[in-house]
């Protein structure tokens, strides 16, 4: 595999007003790596991911993606983003392959009807995220972890070679959770590089090879999955953790 830089981030600062959110925050993250970005409730972890895209703009420091500063990145294609929540109430009826169909469109221009490579991403896409048989289905009729899901399957089929996601198991049920760990697990078998903003990992866990942790601005850890440290018991802690009976959680998030 190669060891590309995929993303590098050098003394990178982000600010809200005279609120400093990251300050000489430096990131590098090469091809083939799974890095998990974790951290405490307003941490800074989307503010992260959303400068690393071009999303939000650096207060000072710089950016490049696949060896390009963001000003002269082209290839959009190349990275698939999920963001923290499906926009719901959309009133849109959408069924789960057109959005996923909307995936392939960056990839195929918007005047070219979809051809047969286009419809096979799509299906393969929904599959990989074991939605293959809601396909036909409104996503409004669908639970919050499958929505999360077809969001996933979109940016899939649009054959990124990055995946940026924002806490893509958050609230989302078991099922969803394994499903999602699978689909990741192939989309890195041929090749790919995923950045997620976590609060835990769960059935990710297994897949994820370096774990990011923003606290104060900065990266406090950056190495191995750090070991949870019992917020399950602490009274501020009060995300939702659907996971299996006698399933050990990992938790990060020091409050
Ligand atoms: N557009 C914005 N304008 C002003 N402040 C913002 C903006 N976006 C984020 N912030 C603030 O920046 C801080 C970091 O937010 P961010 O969403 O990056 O945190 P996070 O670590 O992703 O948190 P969570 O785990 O709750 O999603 C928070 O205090 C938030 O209120």
Redesign the pocket.
Known sequence: MSTDTVLRISHGA?A??D?A??RDLNLTVQSGEVVA?L????????????AALGL?PLRSGSVELFGRPLAKVRQWKRIGYVP?RLGAGSGVPATVREVVSAGRLARRGFLRPAGRADRAAVTEAIEAVGLGDRAGDPVSTLSGGQQQRTLIARALAGGPELLVL??PT?GVDAASQEAFAGALRAFVDRGGTVIL?A?ELGPLQSVVTRAVV?HDGVIAHDGAVPRPAGHHAEPGHDHVHPHAPGDEPDIW?TR
């Open positions: 982000v809200f007003g609120r959110v990251l970005i951290g405490a409730n307003g941490s800074g972890k989307s503010t992260l991911i959303r939000l923290q924002d806490e958050a903003v609060h923003i998030g």
